[in-house]
Antibody, heavy 126, light 108 residues
Framework: EVQLVESGGGLVQPGRSLRLSCSGS????????MSWFRQAPGKGLEWVGF??????????EYAASVRGRFTISRDDSQSIAYLQMDSLKTEDTAMYYC?????????????????WGKGTTVTVSS | SSELTQDPAVSVALGQTVRITCQGD??????ASWYQQKPGLAPVLVIY???NRPSGIPDRFSGSSSGNTASLTITGAQAEDEADYYC???????????FGGGTKLTVL
């Protein structure tokens, strides 16, 4: 069974750091782009960033709201993706989801998320 | 603009057909995908590409696209379809990765 499990969430003070982990199983982890998304309480889904698979040298992209503060990395030997969050703000409070990304083409390109973890909660508060 | 616009709320009578739409200029060049999210749970993929359903998604869910609008249609809505639905697209460079604001579907 293909599965993603996030961990590392918790309560943290503004300005501090936190590292989330995403452990994958049931698939060839290194072949896939892995993303992080978040959802603030009562709000919609927001992209945080992603890290491409080994075929694309593990390059990363980030949302403007977190660029320069958050860093995504991966350890394919352990099938784990990380989200390092520094200089946390109260507005970073959210459920954080790790996902597996896919792509295809049928006249147009398309990208989609076929596997989601259950999420881990991050609360930034003094 | 890379934004995706959805109606905040839609309702449908049990057993009837409902269409949820998603508008954005980028949808002229990319297919959207659709996700269902029930309270307290992670989103679930329901439609991707031109009109593809993952295994386990009932065939009452279908997708279509025309111009700058992607649509998710539920034919014969069931009580268990009551949820939030989000459209999503990502461009090839990864510069734009966007969710719509979500549509809350109520089944009456």
């Amino acid at each position: 069974e293909v599965q993603l499990v996030e961990s590392g969430g918790g309560l943290v003070q503004p300005g501090r750091s936190l590292r989330l982990s995403c452990s994958g199983s049931g698939f060839s982890f290194g072949d896939y782009t892995m993303s992080w998304f978040r959802q603030a309480p009562g709000k919609g889904l927001e992209w945080v960033g992603f890290i491409r698979g080994k075929a694309y040298d593990g390059t990363t992209e980030y949302a403007a709201s977190v660029r320069g503060r958050f860093t995504i990395s991966r350890d394919d030997s352990q099938s784990i993706a990380y989200l390092q969050m520094d200089s946390l703000k109260t507005e970073d409070t959210a459920m954080y989801y790790c996902t597996r990304d896919r792509s295809g083409w049928e006249r147009y390109d398309y990208y989609y998320i076929d596997v989601w973890g259950k999420g881990t909660t991050v609360t930034v508060s003094s | 603009s890379s934004e995706l616009t959805q109606d905040p709320a839609v309702s449908v009578a049990l057993g009837q057909t409902v269409r949820i739409t998603c508008q954005g200029d980028s949808l002229r060049s990319y297919y959207a995908s659709w996700y269902q999210q029930k309270p307290g749970l992670a989103p679930v993929l329901v439609i991707y590409g031109k009109n593809n359903r993952p295994s386990g998604i009932p065939d009452r869910f279908s997708g279509s696209s025309s111009g700058n609008t992607a649509s998710l249609t539920i034919t014969g809505a069931q009580a268990e379809d009551e949820a939030d639905y989000y459209c999503y697209y990502r461009d090839s460079s990864g510069t734009h990765v966007v969710f719509g604001g979500g549509t809350k579907l109520t089944v009456l």
